[in-house]
């Protein structure tokens, strides 16, 4: 079946300008991750949903940094008012959810550099 | 909050031969231990996980261990081949954490034929 989707898979934008990026989960899986990878470094947390409710966030790094999943499948994150310090690839990762870890499936991200 | 350190940085090995990679977590209640291979440009991709209520697991030419006591699980991999080169990140959800994952600093594995 399909896998999770990104969208766009390269974004350029200059310092300053806002950007959104889209997250299309496997069909059926309530839980719904972002997360920030720096190059050479390991996947950092960003935000979680369960469903259509955020229930983590605390990896965001700043209010610039916004996230949604308004129906419960389809997620975007949005950065406002780009910096730099933003250019990283974001990928968001998909289970099927619950209280007992299941499998995260990942996206192939979104390489979003700021200029 | 967790944390997850990770051993080697990189890793270079002869086709043929094993490469371990090891890791450390803090957190005494993590009970999700996953392993994702990573090549260049691409999504990062589940190998093999390991439960906090199991001591080892094995699938091919891949097998985890996990020390509950120690707070450390490793990643085996048996006659390496050219396509094993990639980066490796060992990851660990903990048991309060919402299933968020944290993950290692990965380790760059280089199998040469």
């Known amino acids: 079946g399909a896998g999770v989707s990104q969208s766009p898979r390269y974004k350029v934008a200059k ?18 991750f972002w997360y920030q990878q720096a190059l050479g470094q390991g996947p950092e947390f960003l935000t979680y949903f369960q469903n259509e409710a955020q229930l983590d966030k605390s990896g965001l790094p700043s209010d610039r ?11 975007t994150l949005k950065i406002q008012r780009t910096q730099q310090e933003d250019s ?7 289970s099927l959810g619950g209280t ?10 979104t390489r979003l550099t700021v200029t | 909050g967790e944390n997850v350190e990770q051993h080697p940085s990189t890793l ?26 990573q090549e260049l440009g691409k999504r ?19 097998a985890v261990t996990l020390n509950k006591t120690a707070k450390h699980f ?17 990851a660990a959800i903990p048991k309060a954490a919402g299933n968020k994952l944290t993950f290692g600093g990965g380790t760059r594995v ?3 034929p």
């Open chain 1, 100 to 109: 007992v870890p299941y499998e995260q499936y990942f996206g192939p991200g």
């Open chain 2, 74 to 90: 490793s990643l085996h991999i048996t006659e390496t081949q050219p396509e094993d080169s990639a980066v490796y990140f060992c």
């Open chain 2, 12 to 37: 270079s090995v002869q086709e043929g031969d094993s490469a371990v990679i090891k890791c450390t977590y803090s957190d005494s209640a993590s009970n999700y231990f996953p392993w994702y291979k």
């Open chain 1, 65 to 75: 940094f916004f996230a949604e999943r308004p129906e419960g499948s389809v997620s």
């Open chain 1, 15 to 32: 310092r300053g300008q806002d950007v959104a990026l889209r997250c299309d989960p496997i069909s059926g899986h309530v839980s719904l």
């Open chain 1, 88 to 94: 990283a690839v974001y990928l968001c990762a998909s």
């Open chain 2, 44 to 62: 990062p991709q589940l190998i093999i996980d390991i439960r906090s209520n199991v001591g080892e697991k094995k699938d091919q030419r891949i």
């Open chain 2, 110 to 112: 280089l199998v040469k």
